[in-house]
């Protein structure tokens, strides 16, 4: 679910100090974001956000998250959109910061 190799990685290569500011910036800009993610969307728009999604996974180690976004992001890129499951998107983030809270001092659980 987390790659705790990339979370270690960003913290030598950032220090303990900004991590903890990066997570919180990340977490707060995550939170807006997956709100925004519904069924609805044009397929240009969920290919985007979860395009968008997928990036900052990647960047923080939400690995399972990031996988399940470009799963979406492929499929809305070819116009599939009703195969694309918001609500499951959105479950695996709330699932995804329990699993780095749980390992992470300093990090709420969502």
């Known amino acids: 679910m987390i790659d705790w190799d990339r979370v270690n990685q960003l913290?030598?290569?950032?220090?303990?100090?900004?991590?903890?500011?990066?997570?919180?910036?990340?977490?707060?800009?995550?939170?807006?974001?997956?709100?925004?993610?519904?069924?609805?969307?044009?397929?240009?728009?969920?290919?985007?956000?979860?395009?968008?999604l997928?990036?900052?996974?990647?960047n923080l180690g939400f690995s399972a998250f990031a996988d399940l976004c470009k799963t979406g992001e492929d499929a809305a890129r070819v116009g599939q959109t009703e195969g694309i499951d918001t609500a499951a998107v959105i479950a695996c983030y709330k699932t995804s910061i329990d699993a780095f809270a749980e390992n992470t001092p300093g990090i709420a659980a969502a």
């Open 11 to 52: 913290k030598e290569e950032i220090g303990e100090d900004d991590f903890q500011e990066v997570v919180d910036m990340f977490l707060d800009e995550m939170n807006e974001e997956v709100e925004t993610l519904t069924p609805s969307m044009t397929a240009q728009d969920l290919e985007s956000k979860l395009h968008f």
């Open 54 to 58: 997928k990036g900052a996974a990647l």
